[in-house]
């Protein structure tokens, strides 16, 4: 996971904040990359993290984007979350990546499901 921070400095607790939030979506995946996966070639997932403080010309305080990054096998997804709450920009990116994953997993089950019965069927006739 690469965390890159803009226009202000993250501390190591809030690191730590991001990574177990962001990185809580590995297990709706099934393949992530371990060593030993990594070394044979098989798909590696890849998080990038873009955290930034917008300009200071808002009249209401600091406005913070965070945007996520995952290079998913085949698909990227991507999510996007402004607010005046750091915190709380970070879970709702993390909540609006968690529903485009799972919607990537059924997409990827349903096919292989397909798939199946479509062989299941030529070997009937």
Same mark, same amino acid.
């Given at each position: 996971m690469i965390i890159t921070a803009k226009n202000l400095e993250l501390t190591d607790g809030f690191k730590a904040f991001v990574e177990e939030k962001i990185g809580s979506l590995k297990k709706f995946i099934g393949f992530f990359e371990e060593e030993d996966s990594f070394k044979k070639g098989k798909d590696t997932v890849e998080f990038l993290v873009e955290i930034e403080k917008e300009t200071k010309h808002h009249r209401?305080?600091?406005?913070? %984007? &965070?945007?996520? $990054?995952i290079n998913l096998p085949g698909k990227t997804l991507i999510a996007v979350s402004k607010n005046n709450d750091l915190s709380r920009a970070v879970v709702? &990116? $993390?909540d609006e990546l968690q529903q485009e994953i799972k919607k990537y997993k059924l997409k990827k089950t349903e096919l292989a499901i397909r798939? %199946?019965?479509?062989f299941k069927n030529k070997t009937k006739s």
């Open positions: 209401k305080g600091p406005i913070f %984007q &965070v945007r996520v $990054k709702e &990116v $993390k798939e %199946q019965r479509k």
